[in-house]
């Protein structure tokens, strides 16, 4: 299955859950940003910071 990832603010994240419930199918997985990753990443929808990584696979730990 393929990874589809989308990275949201608080405006557009549910727009985020839907795409990714509609492309994969499945049940999406939503996991807060870090807070210095979410300085640098904007959302996939507008130029804001990203505050939710939404996608079909949980993301690896961090070791």
Known sequence: ???VTKKA???HV?????????ETE????METMNKGE???TSCDY?????VYVVSNMQSPPIS
Do not use: K
């Not at 507008?46 to 990203?50: D, E, N, T």
């Open 9 to 11: 603010c608080e405006t």
């Open 46 to 50: 507008c130029q804001q910071a990203a």
């Open 1 to 3: 299955m393929e990874t």
């Open 26 to 29: 499945a049940f999406p997985i």
């Open 14 to 22: 549910y727009r985020a859950l839907d795409e990714v419930t509609a």
């Open 38 to 40: 979410e300085l640098s």
